[in-house]
């Protein structure tokens, strides 16, 4: 119903900037709040942002001031912009969206495949 697939990753050194992206595709007006999760080798699964539908954000406190999540609806996509990137930010990143009503099926929300960024020092 909802697919989501993440771009953008790659390495890069540490005090560098990279930029995630997430295109939704499908029934998109089922989504409702997105985010970015964030898994690292041998790690829990971690929040690391999320945006609402009306545009207000929260972070992580490993990644405030740091890091910024916009979205744009028009175009279907979802927005990481990291900068001052530390060796700790090394981690597969998942792009995530909550499902907006219970009428966009079972699933109460939806994962993306991941893309994995490396900080290097």
């Known amino acids: 119903q909802v697919q989501l697939v993440e771009s953008g990753g790659g390495l890069v050194q540490a005090g560098g900037s990279l930029r995630l992206s997430c295109a939704a595709s499908?029934?998109?007006?089922?989504?409702?709040?997105l985010g970015w999760y964030r898994q690292a080798p041998g790690k829990e699964r971690e929040l690391v942002a999320t945006?609402?539908?009306?545009?207000?954000?929260n972070y992580a406190d490993s990644v405030k001031g740091r890091f910024t999540i916009s979205r744009d609806n028009a175009k279907n996509t979802l927005v990481l912009q990291m900068n001052s990137l530390k060796a700790e930010d090394t981690a597969v990143y998942y792009c995530?969206?909550?499902?907006?009503?219970?009428?966009?099926?079972?699933?109460?929300?939806?994962w993306g495949k991941g893309t994995l960024v490396t900080v290097s020092s």
């Open positions: 995530h969206a909550v499902r907006a009503n219970r009428y966009c099926g079972n699933a109460p929300y939806y």
């Open positions: 499908g029934d998109t007006a089922c989504i409702s709040t």
């Open positions: 945006i609402t539908s009306g545009a207000s954000t």
